[in-house]
């Protein structure tokens, strides 16, 4: 009886509908979602492929604010939301967040599952306080 209600399509419509009635701000930026996720794919655009070089920190440092509003609002996938809302590809979202981990913007989540904290770092990058000497 209980296998015939269709709770994943459920969840799903109601994701959908409740969409603008969640908080919208991404943690530590003070910005909605999209502009967040604008801000990214702005950076991104800037300079498709970095080489060596690489992306700024602030870059890193969104994409891991983003990365924890996806997963507090928990969404299954929230590498997958990324790429959409960036319009990117998956296989490059889910780049940006190794590269936020490495780069010590994000913590490391229980294993297999996401998740994560904004670091004290991230959080001096989205500030847009100085550089902090080594």
């Known amino acids: 009886m209980l296998r015939s209600i269709?709770?994943?399509?459920?969840?799903?419509k109601m994701r959908k509908t409740s969409q603008y009635e969640r908080d919208d701000?991404?943690?530590?930026?003070?910005e909605p979602v999209d502009v967040v996720a604008g801000r990214i794919s702005a950076i991104a655009e800037q300079d498709p492929t970095p080489?060596?070089?690489g992306r700024p920190e602030e870059f890193f440092a969104l994409v891991a604010?983003?990365?924890i509003w996806n997963v507090d609002n928990r969404f299954s996938n929230p590498v997958q939301q990324i790429a959409q809302s960036c319009g990117s590809t998956w296989r490059a979202a889910a780049n940006w967040v190794r590269l936020?981990?490495?780069?010590?913007?994000?913590?490391?989540?229980?294993?297999?599952?996401?998740?994560?904290?904004?670091?004290?770092?991230?959080?001096r990058v989205l500030a847009g306080a100085p550089r902090r000497e080594r």
């Not at 269709?6 to 799903?12: A, D, R």
């Not at 701000?25 to 003070?30: E, K, R």
């Not at 936020?100 to 959080?123: D, I, K, M, N, V």
């Open 6 to 12: 269709p709770l994943n399509k459920l969840t799903q």
């Open 100 to 123: 936020a981990r490495r780069r010590g913007f994000l913590t490391e989540g229980r294993e297999r599952c996401p998740g994560g904290e904004l670091t004290p770092e991230a959080l």
């Open 51 to 53: 080489g060596r070089k």
């Open 25 to 30: 701000i991404v943690p530590g930026t003070g």
């Open 65 to 67: 604010a983003l990365y």
